[in-house]
Every structure is written in C-alpha cells, then in structure tokens.
C-alpha cells in the first residue's frame, strides 16, 4: 500500500486548465481515468488526508504509485479522451457498464450491391442500418416476416443468394412473394436498394406515408375492379399495421429519443435505456455496474452517455435524450453529443407529462433489473459460503454465522416507533422466522434505547425457551407486543415445531445480531446481552453512510472490501431489516389515521360501521343524532344504538382539519368523513411527499 505523499505533485508543477488524468499502479498499470476542468483543483483533492477520504477513494490513491496528466483545450475534448483511455486501458477503479448480454439488432446491410435484411449482434459497422436493439431475436424475425409483404427486401445469406443465381432459381421466399428475388434479376439492383431504403424509413418510423400510399392505391384497385391486388393491397396494410402494434405509440409527437433511468445502491447501479424512434419504444437494453469510485448520479449518467454514444454518429445519436440527472457540467456533455449527431441534441429531465410517465417505467425496469442481479447473486451457493466465511474472518468469528439476525427501528418523527427482525439462514431470507416489535418501554424518539429494548426482550424470550419446553399461547400478538409476520409467515418444517405442532418463535439463537446503525446502536444491543448474561452472539452494526462494520467497545469501524461479497451480503440484510420495519410502521400509522369512535362499540361490526357512516353521512353527524334516529338504520336495534350514542358522547372529538396554506378551518359538514387517506395504507400528513419520506426513519 502506497503512501499518496510518496509521489504528489509538488506545488506549482499541476496546471489550471481542462484535462485528463491517469492513476498508475508500481506496475505501471492504469488504475483511473479522470477528466477535469481544472487539473489542478481536481488532483489535489486526492492528496488530502485519507482520514477524509470516501473509502473508495481511499483504496484507490492508496493502490497507486504515480499520477500523470495530459492538457486539453476544452471540456468537451476531454470527455473524449477519456472515454478512448478508459477503453484501452480497463482501469479497475472506473465504472465500467457492461451489457448482462449481447442484444441483437435488426442491420440492412446498405453497404451492398443488394441490401439484406438480418439479425446482428456484437460490433456495429459502417454502412449498414440498424434498429433496435431488441430483447430478443425472434421478435425481429416476428417483424421482418410481417414486412416482407410490403418490401421484399433479400434476407438470405450469400452462399443462398450465389447459389440461386447460378442455378436460375430463386428460394421459397421468392416464389411465395416474400422476396423480390434479385438473385434471379427480377428487379434491378437500384430498385432493390430503393426498396430497402424505404423498408429502413419505416423501421425508422415514418410510416404514415406507405399506409396513405397503399390505401390509396386499393382504393384505386377497387374502382377499377380490380378485386383481387385490392385484397392483397388490403393484407399488406393489415401487415403494416400489425408490425407497427409491436411496438405501441407512447410519445404522441413522433419523438426520437433514448430515455435513460439509473436504480443504484451504495455497491452497484442498473442502467436501463428505452429508445424510442417515432414515438414508439423500437428497443430496450441495460446494464449493471459495480460502483468502484465514489459517483453521483449525473456522473453515473454521463459514463452511460459515454458508453451508448461513443462509437455513434449520426441519427443513431437522437435528438432527444432524457435522464433523471444531469451531468456536472451538462454543457461539455451536450456539445459532445451533438458533434457525434452533426446536429441539435437536447440533453434534459423530463417535468411533466407523456416523456416523465415513460422515465418512470424506464426507472421501474431499472429497479427491477437491480433487484434481479441481486437475487442471482444471492441464490448462488458458492457465492453465500463464501460471503459467509469473509463475515467471519472480518469479525474474528469462530465459524461462519450460518443463522443472522438483523433488527432496525423505524418511526415518524418519534411516533409509532416500532422495530423489526429478519433471519437469514445460510445467507437466505427465513420469512417465517421475522417478527415485529411495538416500543412500549417509554415514548419519543431514541432509537439507541429502542434497540436495547428491543434486543433485551428477544433474548428474555430465548432465555426463557431455555428453560421451558412448552410455549406461550398463540394469538396476533406477543404479551411484550411482539408481531408475527402475518400474511409474510409461512410454513414452517417439522423441526421448527414443538411437540404440539405450534411453531417455535424465539427458540433459536443467532451466531451473529446485526443492527441497522453505528457505535451507539451497537453499544446498546452488546449492552442488552452483557445485562442478560449472553457472551456466545456476535454483535456488530453496519452504518449506512459508508458501508462501515462497527463492533462493540472498538473505536475505529472494519471496512470491508468493495467487492466483499461478505459486505454485499450484510447490506442485504440490513435493507430487508429496514423494508419491514418501515412497511410495519406505514401499516400502524395508516391504521391509526383510520380508526373510529365506533371501533370501541362492543359488539358493532364493520358491517353495521358502514350501513351508520351511510346512513349520517359522517362520524359528526352521528354523533349529533337521537338515539331514536339511530334506530332508523336497518340493523340498528335500540340497545345497540344506546351503546352508540354513550360511546360517542365519552369520545372526544377530532381536531378539525386546517389548511395550512390559508389557516382556514375545513369543516365536513358536506358530509366527508372525518380522517381521511391518499391511497390505502398511506394517511395524509403536512409537508410535501420528499418532506414525508425524510421525516420517516
């Protein structure tokens, strides 16, 4: 490991102007590329104290053993040096997109005498047309077969097409009208490039002028009685229109444009790209990257700019482009790219309508495609021993923790709080063995004394297991407010059962307890099994912000590897600890949003709630009504009503609704029930949807 100091620049040798920078290793090997528009200011930021160095940074100016530099003119010529050294040189701190496959493309070969139609994958060369990409190559066979009714363009190979010219016959495509045939010279080689070019219109989405054309030409047939080319005219439009409905209008005005969306963690990032030409989504493809340097966002989206566009010229650069993030500076970036097209680009994130609606699906496939690579990880035997044992060597563990647990707490601003568990069992998720915690023990906000309640009942619990064959009686919940997972718990086998057949809760104990958090968690969860006597579980926290694995009673954190696959896997169980806690929390405040005087009428169901809401119109007005008048309500017998009105005379009234804009009262007399929701399990709250989500924990 190398000392940076060992080889910094000395002052005053680092100019101030654009350009690009190369890291290289003792053996002379590039380990970056970075481009600058000031040399100067950039290098020196890595020449700082490491002690203020993401971790990233930090391995890779500590890997290194020299820096070296080249000047340029402008920003955007650096741009494209860099993006030419980070090809030739693969530089392993660099964040590399590579494709999970090789997608093929719809190529008419233009650069021959007689153009071909066919699938292509891999590099793309000069002269030849390409659409697509496509997800897969029979949906390009799908649409070709569909239009070789209308242009015949040749699709065969050329040992076919030789073969037929020798002999004098065409293939079956020529005979059954789906090739023109030039093999055979029933069209001359200038007509039967003009048919391709057209073929390459369509495919490029001007299609309004064949389907006019050919329905004016079977309109002309048909006056003329021409019956029978009206019918075939007639198929050829239904052809057209049926390859057309492979790919559905999403941007009405015919936009050409890439959309491009990024779903990303603190290891890895899913790129996924939408091209959309003439309005219609004509290709699809993604990628996933491990996040090797510290990067933001715009800068995840220019290395996918770089890598879409660097080998482009011309159309096959859009007019359009459309990111959640803009590169810092965007003005280099959008330059580059409209060199590359020879002309305008627009280099923007989409505000409202059809073009955000479309960069929300693309941004929901990236989150998918993300979620997808994570679950094959995950599912690889190999890959979880190994996760496992890297856990174990970084903790100083006796054997591999083959059972996890991880818990983290969630509130709103210091209600609801609550606290989850999830199990891992041999590095995979055990659904049946989460559970759920209310924080009883005291209110507010604090989530260390949280944790150490939470900690302590689980392991009173598994103490008393010990000491007890039998087990409590089953129900909803817990007598400390322990949640089962509800509609999560699944079946367990026979030996997570007792003797009875009822599923054993706490009764196993964990080789290592995870907690969502750094030293202060992790404090108070070793606390909680020092109070209870247990020193045979592992403790350990992992702090967000940096990916940091803290220990009890050690002041400085262990910093796994970026590529630890022991790393990947407690992040994973720190997210599902933090997706259940938070979804718990949502469900308990929604709930609480929603409740009722009339929850606490003995003997009142939902039914009977519901046919008094109707009826009255609202909780107010039933509130004000006779007992006589409640009794009006089928279903409603005069006993039942008396229970009603005392429980809404004992209950206090709800605050009334303001309006935070106006400070105006909102009363419901108009006959609106009194506590309302967005959208099931999502109760109104002040502030903005983004000031909500940071309110929650």
């Known amino acids: 490991m190398a000392d940076p100091s060992s080889y910094r620049p000395r002052p005053g040798e680092i100019p101030d102007s654009p350009g690009v920078y190369r890291f290289r290793d ?19 930021n890595y020449f700082q104290d490491l002690a203020n160095l993401h971790p990233r940074t930090r391995t890779m100016v500590t890997t290194a053993a020299s820096v070296e530099w080249t000047m340029v003119s402008t920003e955007v010529e650096a741009l494209q040096l860099e993006y030419s050294w980070i090809k030739e040189y693969d530089p392993r701190f660099n964040v590399k997109y590579r494709d999970d496959k090789s997608y093929p493309y719809l190529a008419v070969t233009m650069n021959e005498e007689f153009p071909r139609v066919q699938v292509m994958r891999g590099h793309k060369k000069k002269g030849v047309r390409y659409f697509g990409p496509y997800g897969h190559a029979w949906a390009i066979r799908d649409t070709v077969d569909l239009l070789l009714r209308v242009f015949p363009v040749r699709t065969c190979s050329a040992g076919v097409f030789k073969n037929a010219a020798r002999t004098g016959r065409p293939c079956l495509l020529g005979y059954i009208g789906k090739c ?31 389907l006019r054309r050919l329905e004016r030409q079977m309109a002309e047939a048909a006056d003329e009685m021409e019956y029978e080319r009206a019918a075939r005219l007639r198929d050829d439009i239904g052809a057209l229109k049926k390859a057309m409905e492979k790919s559905a209008v999403v941007l009405a005005d015919a936009t050409d444009a890439d959309l491009i969306a990024v779903a990303e963690d603190e290891l890895e990032a899913a790129v996924q790209i939408f091209h959309v030409r003439g309005g219609r989504v004509r290709g699809q493809r993604g990628w996933v990257t491990d996040k090797v340097e510290e990067i933001t966002t715009g800068a995840l989206v220019e290395h996918a700019l770089q890598q879409l566009y660097g080998e482009e010229t011309g159309d096959a ?32 994130i989409p505000q409202r309508g059809d073009k955000k609606a479309l960069m929300e699906t693309v941004q929901r496939n990236a989150q998918q495609a993300l979620v997808l690579h994570k679950t094959k990880r995950a599912s690889d035997l190999t890959t979880r021993s190994r996760a ?91 007598a400390d ?9 699944l079946t367990d086998g026979p030996a997570l059962k007792d003797d009875d057949g009822r599923p ?25 099994l020092d109070e209870l006597g247990i020193d045979d579980i592992a403790v350990c926290g992992l702090a967000k912000r940096l990916e940091e694995v803290w220990l009890p009673r050690e002041d400085d954190p262990v910093v796994l590897p970026r590529t630890s696959e022991g790393l990947y896997l407690l ?32 003997g ?94």
């Not at 002379?28 to 528009?37: D, E, N, Q, S």
């Not at 965007?330 to 280099?347: A, F, M």
């Not at 009603?644 to 005379?649: E, F, P, R, S, Y």
């Open 604 to 697: 009142l169901g939902e039914t009977r709630k519901q046919a008094l809401i109707k009826h009255f119109g609202s909780v107010k007005k039933l509130r004000s009504a006779t007992i006589d008048q409640i009794c009006e309500v089928p279903g409603i017998g005069r006993k039942t009503a008396e229970t009603v009105a005392v429980a809404l005379a004992r209950a206090t009234p709800a605050a009334p609704a303001v309006n935070t804009a106006t400070g105006e009262i909102i009363d419901d007399e108009d006959g609106a029930p009194e506590t309302t929701a967005d959208a099931p399990g999502e109760p109104v709250t002040a502030g903005t949807p983004d000031e909500r989500r940071g309110q929650e924990r």
């Open 26 to 44: 003792e053996h002379r090997r590039v380990i970056y590329v970075g481009k600058a528009k000031s040399l100067r200011q950039r290098l020196a």
């Open 388 to 478: 496992l044992e890297e856990i174990a060597d970084a903790l100083d563990l006796d054997s591999a923790p083959l059972r996890i647990e991880c818990y983290d707490i969630s509130h709103l601003q210091g209600d609801d709080v609550v606290a989850s568990m999830v199990v891992f069992e041999d590095g995979l998720a055990r659904k049946s063995e989460y559970r759920r915690f209310q924080i009883k023990g005291f209110a507010g906000q604090d989530d260390v004394r949280s944790m150490h309640e939470v900690i302590t009942r689980r392991f009173r619990r598994y103490l008393a297991e010990k000491e007890k064959t039998g087990e409590w009686a089953d129900g909803e919940d817990g």
């Open 180 to 210: 023109s045939a030039p093999c055979v010279e029933r069209i001359s080689p200038d007509d039967h490039w003009d048919l391709a070019d057209e073929f390459c219109d369509f495919m490029a989405g001007r299609t309004g002028t064949y």
């Open 481 to 489: 407010g322990t949640e089962a997972v509800g509609d999560e718990q």
């Open 571 to 602: 992040q994973r169980v720190r997210d599902e600890a933090h997706r259940f806690a938070i979804t718990y929390q949502r469900a308990k405040r929604a709930k609480r949003f929603r409740s009722s005087p009339l929850d606490d009428v003995p």
């Open 317 to 348: 650069v859009p007019k359009e482009v459309l990111v959640p993030a803009l590169p810092d500076p965007v003005e280099p970036v959008q330059q580059w790219l409209t060199e590359r097209r020879g002309s305008g680009v627009s280099l923007r």
């Open 504 to 528: 054993k809760r706490f009764a196993y104990p964990p080789q290592l307890v995870v907690v969502d958090g750094g030293q202060p968690q992790v404090a108070a969860a070793q606390r909680a």
